[in-house]
């Protein structure tokens, strides 16, 4: 059964760091690209990065672009989000996702174009 499991969500303060990882179970993650996706109460889900399945390719929402990088380590099937320089406003539950196309499309990084999802991951950042 394929699954994504994340992990490393938590409380940080503002300016503090983060990784996730997104863990690829009844799978092999190297011929899916991957994104991260985030949903704040309230809002709607936003894509915030995607990586294709070779690594070479990589996409960022203009909201994390310089403070946030995407990375996967296929030998361990684990695609992961580094977040620094984080901001309240990136509370939300984070979310993986794996997309049967090899590829990132362009922005903005599209939920529907991704078959499986992790069941999320909370990241809080506040004082």
């Known amino acids: 059964q394929l699954q994504l499991v994340e992990s490393g969500g938590g409380l940080v303060q503002p300016g503090g760091s983060l990784r996730l990882s997104c863990a690829a179970s009844?799978?092999?993650?190297?011929?899916?690209?991957i994104g991260w996706f985030r949903q704040a109460p309230g809002k709607e889900r936003e894509g915030v990065s995607c990586?294709?399945?070779?690594?070479?390719?990589?996409r960022y929402a203009d909201s994390v672009k310089g403070r946030f990088t995407i990375s996967r380590d296929n030998a361990k099937n684990t695609a992961y989000l580094q977040m620094n320089s984080l901001k309240p406003e990136d509370t939300a539950v984070y979310y993986c996702?794996?997309?049967?196309?090899?590829?990132?499309?362009?922005?903005?990084?599209?939920?529907?174009?991704?078959?499986?999802w992790g069941q999320g991951t909370q990241v809080t950042v506040s004082s």
């Open positions: 996702a794996a997309s049967a196309r090899l590829h990132c499309s362009g922005l903005p990084v599209e939920g529907s174009l991704f078959g499986s």
């Open positions: 009844g799978f092999t993650l190297d011929y899916y690209a």
């Open positions: 990586i294709s399945s070779g690594g070479g390719q990589t």
